[in-house]
């Protein structure tokens, strides 16, 4: 099977500070996405990369970077962390049209 | 722009009634379309998807959908709901290009009643 692992469940952080949420697949996956995902609005992209040092930003990319040095780990960075940026974050892996998600981060941000 | 359009945010169904998930989507191009579900805590898995073969796609745990385009609908049911299938479920449609970025719609949590 499959597997995505988000490095943590949950997190909670103060405002400003550097926030590194880390995934990584075993599957090979060329492309890695990376969602927020909040009540009433489903899942929003922030940022995808399809292969190892290239990223295209997605929908809402605003505060957010995202790294790719290996192929297997794609992190997602918020440079200065602010209380909007309190969610549930989602990674994915992809082959063909069929994504695998790992079980999300639910970030607070204080 | 591809986009998707999930009508209800919240469904209630009775332990063994019908199942019926709404999705419209909007798209200038023939579309690729999915359905994915996503259990309580846990990430989404998908559930089905339509790539321009058959109309009528069947998925896992008894789910299906079927692709109208004079509608530009791609409804999911489920003859007979299970406590099991409580839920919330995201329909997607494919962006353009080779990189299979998926749009989703806000997602509608399924509620199934003994």
């Known amino acids: 099977d499959v597997k995505v692992t988000q490095s943590s469940r949950y997190l909670v952080k103060r405002t400003g500070e550097k926030v590194f949420l880390e995934c990584v697949q075993d599957m090979d996956h060329e492309n890695m996405f990376w969602y927020r995902q909040d009540p009433g609005l489903g899942l929003r992209l922030i940022y995808f990369s399809y292969d190892v040092k290239m990223k295209e930003k997605g929908d809402i990319p605003e505060g957010y970077s995202v790294s790719r040095e290996k192929k297997e780990r794609f992190s997602l960075i918020l440079e200065s962390a602010s209380t909007n940026q309190t969610s549930m974050y989602l990674c994915a892996s992809s082959v063909n049209e069929k994504l695998f998600f790992g079980s999300g981060t639910q970030l607070s941000v204080l | ?114």
């Open chain 2, 1 to 114: 722009a591809q986009s998707v359009t999930q009508l209800g945010s919240h469904v209630s169904v009775s332990e063994g009634a019908l199942v019926l998930l709404r999705c419209n989507y909007s798209s200038s191009v023939p579309p690729y379309l999915f359905w994915y579900v996503q259990y309580p805590n846990q990430g989404l898995q998908l559930l089905l998807k339509y790539t321009s073969a058959a109309t009528l796609v069947k998925g896992i745990n008894g789910f299906e959908a079927e692709f109208k385009k004079s509608e530009t609908s791609f409804h999911l049911t489920k003859p007979s709901a299970h406590m099991s299938d409580a839920a919330e479920y995201f329909c997607a449609v494919r962006s353009g290009g080779s990189n299979y970025k998926l749009t989703f719609g806000k997602g509608t949590l399924l509620t199934v009643n003994p």
